[in-house]
């Protein structure tokens, strides 16, 4: 791998991180700054709303108040990743879309740790009024999964393909 491609990808990485968890907060902070707990600014009627609420639990409010290992679980998950993106890009060249992947997830996981760790919760404010109250953390963390799943059908298929190919 070039020193060029390897310096770009770190940029990219590094990046796409830093620039989740900054619009992350900066949403949080902005949507705190002038709605109360539990409030409800109407965008689209029945359609999109932007509610502020204080989740203790998982994505989108799932398992609440479970305290202490909704701060172990990310802790390790996200030393997970970092060492997954560190084996990958060290000993094989990481295809650029997995880089953009891992850091959306990343900076998603950042940006919600941040919550737990400051607040004790997170803050969510998307409301689609259809789907839980979400927050830019969860959507970089569904993004970043949605990638990579992507990235991976054609590899599955191909492996599918090649082991049962009268399937």
């Not at 409010?61 to 993106?85: C, W």
């Not at 084996?87 to 919550?115: C, H, P, Q, T």
Request: proline content about 3%; hydrophobic content about 50%; charged content about 15%.
């Amino acid at each position: 791998m070039n020193r060029y491609r390897s310096f770009l990808d770190v940029v990219i990485f590094l990046g796409t991180v830093a620039g989740v968890v900054a619009l992350d907060r900066s949403t949080k902070i902005f949507f705190s700054s002038f709605l109360d707990h539990g409030e409800s600014l109407i965008v689209i009627p029945r359609v999109f709303h932007v509610t502020l609420v204080h989740n203790t639990g998982v994505a989108f409010g799932m398992f609440k108040d479970n305290g202490f290992v909704f701060l172990v679980v990310p802790v390790i998950a996200l030393g997970l990743l970092m060492y997954n993106v560190y084996y990958y890009y060290k000993f094989g060249e990481l295809d650029r879309s997995y880089i953009v992947a891992f850091s959306l997830i990343l900076g998603g996981a950042i940006g919600n740790l941040i919550d737990r760790i400051t607040l004790g919760h997170v803050i969510d404010f998307l409301d689609f009024r259809v789907w839980p109250v979400f927050n830019v953390a969860d959507s970089a963390i569904t993004l970043g999964a949605i990638l990579i799943l992507i990235k991976c059908l054609p590899s599955a298929q191909k492996e599918l393909i090649r082991k049962h190919p009268h399937s």
